[in-house]
């Protein structure tokens, strides 16, 4: 069935698109000629990212969109529309992490994370909603969600909290658009060189030691994720719906387990 090997050039919105792997899927969707709306609080970066996709010859457009805020998303979709011609795809790459205080879990840091990282993911797909069955069929939207939406971890317990629940949401929404023909789907990036890994890598040791638990005996690229993420919103995925595709090299699948390369 070769039509439905070709990519819809419809327009994506990319939350987060001014840094790391919201700044990557932007790019690997232009250059597969799909318009691009970046939504972030970071005016210059996402200035820097529309720069980047416009001189990929696709139309692109920045918007000052705080997450948390509803008037906020709903007043940046019409001029996005019209600046893209029409929205096919959603990324929500818009994300925080927040390490937990003494008590574990304070109020403060749970509803900042749990705001930005997944109730804005619902927010934006209702949105978005008309603008997606408009330009159907070959919608499709995609939560960046983290191997930590599979697996527990007793520092940022509100960013896992917010990672399972967003894997959660995604299948809900699999659920819900699928018969509409809108495919829903999460993905769960392992170890990813952006800026919200420094911290976890800024250490004498840290990056070796996070690297000894890699399969693969790397860090990843943020081009490595935002392939797997246009192949999602693409129509080489048509069957793909409600899935949690892990992007780790591996580390899950071996419990995080060190391994030297040799059984001797
Ligand atoms: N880097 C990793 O190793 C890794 C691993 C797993 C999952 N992730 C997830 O990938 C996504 C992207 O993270 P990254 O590593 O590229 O981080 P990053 O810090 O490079 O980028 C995050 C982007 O989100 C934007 N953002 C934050 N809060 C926002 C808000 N309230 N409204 C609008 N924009 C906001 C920031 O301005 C920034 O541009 C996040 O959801 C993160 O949890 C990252």
New binding site residues.
């Given amino acids: 069935m070769p039509e439905l090997l070709g990519t819809p050039a419809t327009g994506v919105v990319v939350?987060?698109?001014?840094?790391?792997?919201?700044?990557?899927c932007a790019l690997a969707l232009a250059t597969a000629g799909r318009p691009v709306a970046v939504?972030?609080?970071?005016d210059a970066?996402?200035a820097a990212t529309v720069k980047e996709c416009a001189a990929l010859g696709v139309a692109a457009h920045g918007e000052h969109?705080?997450?948390?805020e509803r008037a906020q998303i709903i007043a940046a979709v019409e001029p996005s529309l019209a600046a893209l011609g029409s929205i096919g795809g959603l990324v929500?790459?818009?994300?925080?992490?927040r390490p937990a205080l003494d008590d574990v879990i304070d109020a403060d840091t749970w509803d900042f994370v749990l705001?930005?990282?997944l109730r804005?993911h619902g927010l934006i797909v209702s949105a978005l909603l008309p603008a997606l069955r408009a330009a159907n069929p070959g919608s499709a939207v995609v939560g960046?969600?983290?191997?930590?939406g599979l697996i527990g971890h007793g520092g940022i317990p509100s960013?896992v909290a917010s990672?399972h629940g967003l894997i959660g949401l995604s299948r809900s929404l699999a659920h819900r658009l699928g018969p509409e023909g809108i495919r829903a789907n999460a993905v769960?990036?392992?170890?990813?060189?952006?800026?919200?890994?420094s911290p976890a890598i800024a250490t004498p040791g840290s990056r070796e030691k996070l690297e000894r638990t890699v399969p693969l005996g790397r860090?990843?690229h943020?081009d490595e994720?935002a392939r797997v993420v246009r192949f999602l919103l693409s129509d080489e995925a048509s069957y793909v719906n409600g899935s949690a595709i892990v992007v780790d090299g591996g580390v899950t699948a071996v419990g995080g387990q060190e391994f030297g390369g040799t059984l001797d």
């Fill in positions: 939350t987060g698109g001014a840094s790391g792997i919201g700044r990557a939504w972030d609080v970071e970066g996402a969109v705080d997450v948390r929500h790459a818009a994300g925080m992490v705001d930005v990282n804005a960046i969600a983290s191997i930590e960013y990672k769960c990036p392992g170890y990813i060189e952006t800026p919200m890994l860090l990843a943020p994720v």
